[in-house]
């Protein structure tokens, strides 16, 4: 059964940082979207930082020029290096995948199919 582990949460003050890790149990080559998102308590879910099938990467606005994703394929991981920590980067953070062609083929990467367990950032002054 495939899954995402995601690790490397804590707790940090603001102006500091943290490196997010999701490692996957298969090839993430394989994949055809990786991405994080985020939830904070009685807040959606938004979409932080994402790897699209053409490599494309998107940022939310709210954490461009602070935090950076990135792949090791051959590590099977996915990272998210997250500098300047602000109060509002505070959630739970979740890894994700889009996995399966029929799945890509249909919905792209607007519907990410494979996720993590989560793990708690938090921020404080």
């Known amino acids: 059964q495939e899954q995402l582990a995601a690790s490397g949460g804590g707790s940090v003050q603001a102006g500091g940082s943290l490196r997010l890790s999701c490692a996957a149990s298969?090839?993430?080559?394989?994949?055809?979207?990786m991405g994080w998102f985020r939830q904070a308590p009685g807040k959606e879910r938004e979409e932080v930082a994402v790897i699209e099938s053409d490599h494309t990467i998107v940022y939310a606005d709210s954490v461009q020029g602070r935090f950076t994703i990135s792949q090791d394929d051959a590590k099977n991981t996915l990272y998210l290096q997250m500098n300047n920590l602000k109060l509002e980067d505070t959630a739970m953070y979740y890894c994700?995948?889009?996995?399966?062609?029929?799945?890509?083929?249909?919905?792209?990467?607007?519907?990410?199919?494979?996720w993590g367990q989560g793990t708690q950032v938090t921020v404080s002054s």
């Open positions: 298969e090839y993430t080559y394989s994949y055809f979207c």
């Open positions: 994700a995948a889009v996995r399966g062609t029929d799945h890509y083929s249909q919905y792209g990467c607007s519907d990410y199919n494979s």
